[in-house]
């Protein structure tokens, strides 16, 4: 089995439809297709709709989250889209996409940038807005060569020159929301330094103590040493290791299917959704913040 538990569509900034990107993977050989858009379950439907035959489609959503003023996301799968407390702040968080969006490019103008909010409006369609649309307004006004060039600390990475912050979920807080609605958390790219500050490897532990799952480890933004040494946190705080494409279309380079989940893997974070408590646990407001 061929298994990517990592993909966005046009619902949030990849440039696929949800019924293009399931016709890709079917084309790309996959078995087993997430479709995780940011803070969003809105093209799960039409991705349904269009399923080929033979391609299981996975629940999914990416999470927005920050953890002592550092931005990480988290990954969940197979939860309940119309559990009330986690489709709050799914809402919340994409409430505060365009207002931010709209001050990214406010100071990228500050910056002598010619972007303009309707470009990156356009290019983001009925997605939920994000950086990816600014940075590709970027490209076309000539400033970076690539997507990927926009996320630097001149502009758009965390901690950048045009970088705006929004409202994003406590991790530990999406952990307890995504195991309430039924769901698996798995942590995404916790050490893509390329995309700016990560959070310490403590925090992984501490994640792991408050029942993340586990770790996406096969990833384009990790080196080889960085996947042996998640590898080793992964064995040493129990957790299920990923690899996954969060593939963007056209926006970015990596290909469906050009890093996969192990399906043993897979058939446990199937069990555990199987297995899940259908009510989100007590939030002590206390495993947020690390010691």
């Known amino acids: 089995m061929r298994i990517d538990l990592h993909t ?36 799960y439907e039409e991705a349904a709709g269009a399923l080929p035959e033979g ?68 290019i983001a369609g009925d997605g939920a807005v994000g950086r990816p649309h600014v940075a590709t307004a970027m490209v076309e006004a000539g400033v970076v060569e690539s997507v990927s060039d926009a996320f630097s600390s001149e502009w758009l990475a965390n901690g950048g020159r045009a970088y ?7 991790p530990f807080e999406a952990v307890r929301l995504v195991k309430g609605a039924g769901g698996v958390a798995v942590f995404a790219h916790p ?25 996406e480890v096969d990833h384009m933004d990790h080196d080889e040493p960085t996947r042996a040494r998640l590898r080793a946190i992964a064995a040493e ?26 399906p043993e893997v897979y058939a446990e974070i199937v069990r555990r959704a199987a297995l899940a408590p259908r009510e989100a646990p007590p939030y002590d407001g206390v495993r947020g913040r690390l010691r």
Request: hydrophobic share 40%; net charge negative.
């Open 8 to 43: 966005h569509s046009t619902a949030s900034d990849g440039t696929d439809t949800p019924a293009e990107l399931v016709r890709n993977a079917a084309a790309a050989g996959l078995d087993v297709v997430a479709l995780t858009d940011h803070d969003t379950v809105g093209g």
């Open 55 to 122: 391609l299981t489609l996975v629940t999914g959503a990416e999470l927005s989250c920050r953890l002592g003023g550092v931005s990480l996301h988290m990954l969940a799968y197979l939860f309940d889209p119309a559990e009330p407390e986690l489709a709050r702040e799914r809402e919340l968080v994409r409430d505060d996409r365009v207002p931010r969006a709209k001050g990214m490019v406010a100071k990228l103008r500050e910056l002598g940038v010619p972007v303009t909010w309707e470009r990156v409006a356009e």
């Open 237 to 262: 705080h129990g957790l299920l290791t990923t690899g996954s494409s969060d593939y963007h279309g056209s926006r970015k380079t990596c290909r469906l299917g050009e890093y996969t989940t192990d």
């Open 191 to 215: 050490l893509a330094v390329k995309r700016g500050e990560c959070v310490p490897e403590s925090a992984i532990e501490e994640l792991a103590a408050a029942g993340l799952d586990g770790i």
């Open 164 to 170: 705006v912050e929004k409202h994003e979920l406590d």
